[in-house]
């Protein structure tokens, strides 16, 4: 029989790195969590998905697809990869594809850092870039946020040390929306040493183009030492269903090296179809993004009347400090079947970020916070 002190000992098949993550959880809650006989509307403010379909294109691109589900995918992307370098001017060869930015997180992890690493990471961000660091054994060094709740240029630049393999910044950054400026990515593209991969993820990039973001492929294309930048179709065009992130890499031997660790088959013949058709209705990608920047505005002038301190974002959500702890304030909208997200940061207990959605999303989520705020002391 095992000893008590067998159940609290890590299996020995299990990455001490893997052993000391915390326990995954039950995942993200969605409306089905709600369902019911004539149940009331959810409101899914939570995982900054679109709130429009994706463009018709789209829809029938998947139902065409479809027809040959019995078939592999094209494990390079090569029809969607020419279409993204026409518009990028990256090199389709450059170009590579994965399930989501998280798959390409793990891949540019998985290439670049070993035990005892650092990767320099924006704090708080999005959360796979610390647990993917440190599956691989690597550290996360933390850079706080500027001011403005963008990445801290001067800041990133500074916690690189002889250990730091891997560098990410993130534009416009979750959970906050700050925008980097043409200047701090310069001074990052120019201060990260050229043995050093830099990644920045623009996985908000078309909703930061709007709001007058700079051009991040035209200031790396000025750096000599390796890079990328990460985009999805998963947010923008309202295509987070089907999984499909893109890496630009900077140079071949980045693509390859990418290529290298990536699963072989990790964007799937409808992903690659959907994408396809979606990039081919511009028209339908402008009126998304404006009617989102516009329903952004109103959701943050809103916040701003029940007295919060809102942050300044160029995304499709926006972040608010409130006077009481987070936890308490998702519990109370869960209840009215409203869901949001906290922070996800130790350092930061009290502010929320909600996903920017529909007239009546912004207009529920508005009337809760005001009756959760007159309650408090």
Not at 27 to 44: C, E, I, R
């Amino acid at each position: 029989m095992a000893s008590d002190d067998a159940t609290t000992m890590p299996p020995a098949w299990v990455r001490p790195s893997v052993e000391a993550l915390p326990r995954h959880g039950a995942g993200s809650p969605s409306a089905a969590d709600f369902a019911g006989p004539n149940a009331p509307k959810v409101h899914l403010l939570h995982l900054n998905e679109s709130p429009y379909p994706p463009s018709p294109r789209a829809i029938a691109a998947v139902q065409a697809a479809a027809a040959n589900l019995n078939r592999y995918p094209d494990s390079q992307g090569k029809a969607l990869g020419a279409a993204l370098s026409l518009r990028t001017g990256v090199p389709a060869a450059h170009i590579v594809f994965g399930c989501g930015s998280d798959e390409l997180i793990h891949d540019f992890c998985t290439l670049a850092l070993s035990t005892g690493d650092h990767a320099v990471v924006p704090a708080p961000t999005f959360p796979s870039f610390a647990t993917e660091t440190r599956i691989q054994g690597a550290k996360p060094i933390r850079v706080k946020l500027d001011a403005r709740g963008a990445n801290d240029a001067e800041g990133i630049v500074a916690a690189i040390t002889d250990k730091t393999r891997l560098v990410f910044c993130c534009t416009p950054n979750p959970p906050t929306g700050g925008l980097m400026s043409a200047e701090d990515l310069e001074r990052v593209a120019a201060g990260v040493p050229d043995q050093v991969l830099l990644v920045i993820d623009e996985a908000y990039y078309e909703f930061g183009r709007q709001a007058g973001g700079p051009d991040a492929l035209a200031i790396l294309r000025r750096r000599r030492g390796p890079w990328a930048v990460m985009r999805t179709f998963s947010k923008a065009y309202g295509l987070a269903g089907v999984r499909l992130g893109y890496a630009l890499c900077g140079s071949e031997d980045v693509a390859e090296a990418l290529r290298k660790v990536k699963l072989h088959f990790g964007a799937t013949a409808p992903a690659q179809a959907a994408a396809l058709a979606a990039l081919e209705d511009d028209a339908y990608l402008e009126k998304v993004v404006a009617a989102v920047a516009g329903e952004r505005q109103r959701l943050s002038d809103g916040l701003a009347n029940l007295g919060l301190e809102v942050y300044p974002s160029a995304a499709n959500f926006i972040s608010a400090k409130m006077p009481m702890p987070a936890a308490k304030v998702l519990e109370e909208l869960r209840r009215r079947r409203i869901l949001i997200r906290d922070w996800r940061d130790p350092e930061h207990l009290n502010e929320i970020r909600i996903t920017v959605g529909l007239v009546e999303d912004t207009d529920a989520v508005l009337l809760a916070l005001r009756d959760i705020l007159a309650k408090v002391d």
